[in-house]
């Protein structure tokens, strides 16, 4: 096994989503470092693996670099493992990979589950653009002004959400982002109770309010971007191939690149390679 820090994602629900190569490295590294010994644990024994076992969480991150450097430097291969899903993502870690790569310690990724992909490959929001907000604060005025920087995002976007704050969490989202505003809520994901929730922030927030299961568990909570439901994503795409076609009539590919961008706020790369696409079926 090379000497590394492996950061390996764990199932967030179902123990069938841990992966084959998750599992080979977390029997093969010398140590594992996990965000709770205790949960991490009852994974490991799931899969017959016996190892040693030290903790990593937020409190005590910095002060284990220097061991984990040591240990990697000496030749041992060590894995990062957090509760659920990928680490690093709203999970300890960041603090430690940095540290390490900054001193030149290979740092190995092992994926797999991460809640805000799973949630947003079923939700049936735009994922073209999306951005990733994790846990806004608990404190209310600060996630409000939060939420204020947010509402005219135009990509969908993605939070994590406990069950006790769920409901406060729905109320400010009205308030802010409207009552219209569409949302999908997914619940449970790959548990027994997996439910997506989709309609607008009042339809779901009344429902809410009234099932009182619906409050319960581990929640993504996913807003369309403004003036972007799935159907006018899909105008969106055709108006922009439209345009890149008279555009590509007139100019060169690269200028009617820029232009398209500076129109449409779309990435100029991506607009650069569908407008060569158009250049080459005009050409024949
Ligand atoms: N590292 C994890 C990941 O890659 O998704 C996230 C850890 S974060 C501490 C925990 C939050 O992720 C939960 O409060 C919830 O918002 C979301 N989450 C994790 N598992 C989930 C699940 N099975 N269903 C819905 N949301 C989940």
Redesign the pocket.
Known sequence: MEAALYCV?TP??NLGDITERAVSVLRSVDVIYAEDTRVTRKLLTHLGIQKSLHSLHQHNEAARVEAIFSAITAGQSIALV??????????PGYYLVGALVSQGINVIPVPG???????LSAAGLPTDRFAFE??LSAKGSTRRKAMEALKSATSTLV????SHRIKDFLIDLQEIFGAQREIVI??????LY?HFYRGSVSDLLTQLEGDENMRK?????MVAGVGKTGEESEQTALDTARLLEILVDELPVKQAATIAAKLTGQAKNSLYRQAMEIKEKEDG
């Open positions: 994602a967030i629900g957090s509760d659920a899903g990928t680490p690093l993502i709203s999970d589950v991460s809640a805000l992909i799973t949630a994790g846990f939070f994590y959400e406990s997914a619940r449970e994901l790959t548990k997996e568990g581990e929640f993504v909570v």
